[in-house]
Antibody, heavy 124, light 107 residues
Framework: EVQLLESGGGLVQPGGSLRLSCAASGFTFSSYAMSWVRQAPTKGLEWVSSISGSGGSSYYEDAVKGRFTISRDNSKNTLYLQMNYLGAEDTAIYYC?????????????????WGQGALVTVSS | DIQMTQSPSSLSASVGDRVTITCRASQDIRNHLAWFQQKPGKAPQSLIYDASTLQSGVPSKFSGSGSGTDFTLTISSLQPEDSATYYCQQHHNYPRTFGQGTKVEIK
């Protein structure tokens, strides 16, 4: 059974940093790309970032480029999202999402499994 | 970026009704379209990918169709447990983009 468990959320001041983790189990982690998707309070879903199975390729949405870094440790079956220079607009639930394939460059993979989410609140 | 537009934004229907949600892409995405269901306070769940392929375990009352720029999600016989918000998303290229969501309520 695929399981994705996010951790590391919490309250952080504007301008601060936070690192989210996602512990994966139930599948061969290194064989699949992974993504982060967020949802601001009462809003819709917003794709944030994706990383290939090997970790060699990554993409970011423009709003977080230069502030957020996605990474993975395939030996620990864990996905990360380092978030710096946080602002109120980053307040959201952050979901860890598994992709259907390993590649992201030129790939048409789809999301198949979602974690339960980690709440990040940016406020003074 | 590819813009995804869903309609309607919300709907109310009776148990047993056939419900259809539409999703339009701002450019040709072939059949690279997914649908997700999100119940209040819960994480999204994947329903359909490649426009019409059901994810494992998804009941057959859900179906998807379309290609190019116009797509539909149909619930053949609405049940109380189908009350949720439904999102479409293109998996054609990056950035992956979602529709704004359609809230389905039971009358």
């Amino acid at each position: 059974e695929v399981q994705l468990l996010e951790s590391g959320g919490g309250l952080v001041q504007p301008g601060g940093s936070l690192r989210l983790s996602c512990a994966a189990s139930g599948f061969t982690f290194s064989s699949y790309a992974m993504s982060w998707v967020r949802q601001a309070p009462t809003k819709g879903l917003e794709w944030v970032s994706s990383i290939s199975g090997s970790g060699g390729s990554s993409y970011y949405e423009d709003a977080v480029k230069g502030r957020f870094t996605i990474s993975r440790d395939n030996s620990k079956n864990t996905l990360y999202l380092q978030m710096n220079y946080l602002g109120a607009e980053d307040t959201a639930i952050y979901y860890c999402v598994k992709d259907s394939g390993a590649r992201i460059v030129g790939a048409r993979g789809y999301f198949d499994y979602w974690g339960q989410g980690a709440l990040v609140t940016v406020s003074s | 970026d590819i813009q995804m537009t869903q309609s309607p934004s919300s709907l109310s229907a009776s148990v047993g009704d056939r419900v259809t949600i539409t999703c339009r892409a701002s450019q040709d995405i072939r059949n690279h379209l997914a649908w997700f269901q999100q119940k209040p306070g819960k994480a999204p769940q994947s329903l359909i990918y490649d426009a019409s392929t059901l994810q494992s375990g998804v009941p057959s009352k859900f179906s998807g169709s379309g290609s190019g720029t116009d797509f539909t999600l149909t619930i053949s016989s609405l049940q109380p447990e189908d009350s949720a918000t439904y999102y479409c998303q293109q998996h054609h290229n990056y950035p992956r983009t979602f529709g704004q969501g359609t809230k389905v309520e039971i009358k």
